[in-house]
């Protein structure tokens, strides 16, 4: 069944409804799962939900243009399917938001810890007298101890 009665040529808003509210949920769903990846530092299976993401993205996207273009057909619904429209975009909305905190502090981890690095070897001395890698005198170089904790 698509957007559209053939019928009446008018906005089929059983499916419309419908339609938004399960791919409002599969991409809850997803946004869920990705925040759980996130909180336990598994960026790696986050990106296998990429695809699956956008396609559930593009597919709201082209729900809600055809809402925009029947506003008035929207303005008649049911308050019964007004009140799952609201509660499907509002869990969709909770979902974005965990997720944009979650990836937010994964993203200053990794910040702190290029930066505890970048202290460790900018730190680095040449320490007279000792064999480097290659098997050179004065070659080698010493690190003083360096401890990141990081709790996001």
């Known amino acids: 069944m698509g957007l559209f009665n053939k019928k009446t040529t008018g906005l089929d808003t059983g ?4 339609n ?25 299976q986050a990106e296998l ?3 699956t993401k956008h396609n559930l993205i593009d597919e709201l996207e082209r729900i809600k243009f055809n809402l925009t273009q029947h506003a008035e057909t929207l303005k008649n619904l049911p308050d019964s399917e007004k009140l799952r429209l609201r509660e499907a975009n509002l869990n969709l909305m909770k979902a974005a938001d965990a997720t944009y905190q979650e990836t937010s502090r994964a993203q200053e981890v990794n ?29 080698n170089t ?3 101890p360096i ?3 990081a709790n996001a």
């Open 111 to 139: 910040r702190l810890i290029l930066e505890a690095i970048s202290y460790a070897v900018n730190q680095s001395k040449v320490v007279e007298g000792a064999y480097g890698d290659k098997g050179d005198l004065n070659k």
């Open 15 to 18: 499916s419309l409804v419908n």
């Open 142 to 144: 010493e690190s003083k």
């Open 20 to 44: 938004f509210v399960i791919k409002s949920e599969g991409l809850t769903r997803i946004l869920e799962k990705e925040t759980e990846y996130f909180r336990d530092r598994k960026a790696p």
């Open 49 to 51: 939900l990429m695809e």
């Open 147 to 149: 401890t990141v904790i």
